[in-house]
């Protein structure tokens, strides 16, 4: 089976840099996503890993380490439209099915 | 341009009864995903359908639930006799293709209520 943990809440000031964990333990690997929700909307895509190291995409970056299970969102120069939950999903196999973590919170306060 | 729709945007249903959600996926897509995400979790998978084929539904809670896609396009969910524990957002996402490097596009969910 599959567990993915993330921390539930975050909060961060507007302008500064945060950093989302997900830990996650899978009987397979074929990548892994990060989504953002807004709430009552549907998740939108963020990032995608499968190999070890950062993948920069302007003001967001995300990070894998396949050997630890572990995986982080770093988000810069923080906007208020950035409160939004964000979800980690890991996929198992080819065909792209996906386990979701519970998602993390993120406030963005002035 | 179009993305994933859904079709209602909500239901209010009464315990029992039987109800039909649908999805559009973005034109083209090979892969269709339902999902059901209950208030402060995340998306749970429900099911799977490259083109017609239902190749995934492991996720399904009972079988009072079923799902199917007959042309490889438009997508039904239909709950029967429906419980309180039903009440959720129904998500539907489909790729591009059937490979788990692709992102799925998601739609903007049924919120079913049970009362």
């Known amino acids: 089976g599959q567990n993915i943990d993330q921390p539930t809440e975050m909060t961060a000031t507007e302008g500064a840099i945060v950093q989302i964990n997900c830990t996650y333990q899978t009987s397979g690997f074929n990548g892994l996503f990060w989504y953002q929700q807004h709430a009552g909307e549907a998740p939108t895509f963020l990032s995608y890993?499968?190999?070890?190291g950062l993948e920069e995409k302007g003001r967001f970056s995300s990070f894998l380490s396949r050997s630890k299970g572990y995986s982080y969102l770093l988000l810069k120069e923080l906007q208020m439209k950035d409160s939004a939950s964000y979800l980690c999903a890991v996929t198992n196999t080819n065909a792209g099915k996906s386990t979701f973590g519970d998602g993390t919170t993120l406030t963005v306060k002035p | 341009g179009a993305g994933v729709s859904q079709s209602p945007r909500y239901k209010v249903a009464k315990r029992g009864q039987d109800v039909a959600l649908r999805c559009d996926p973005i034109s083209g897509h090979v892969s269709l995903f339902w999902y059901q995400q209950a208030l402060g979790q995340g998306p749970e998978f429900l099911t799977y359908?490259?083109?017609?084929?239902?190749?995934?539904k492991s996720g399904l809670p009972s079988d009072r639930f079923f799902a199917e896609r007959p042309e490889g396009s438009v997508s039904t969910l239909k709950i029967q006799r429906t419980q309180q524990e039903d009440s959720a957002v129904y998500l539907c996402?489909?790729?591009?293709?059937?490979?788990?490097?692709?992102?799925?596009?998601f739609g903007p969910g049924t919120r079913l209520t049970v009362t």
């Open positions: 996402a489909s790729s591009l293709a059937s490979r788990s490097s692709y992102e799925q596009y």
């Open positions: 359908f490259q083109n017609e084929a239902q190749l995934d």
């Open positions: 890993n499968v190999l070890d």
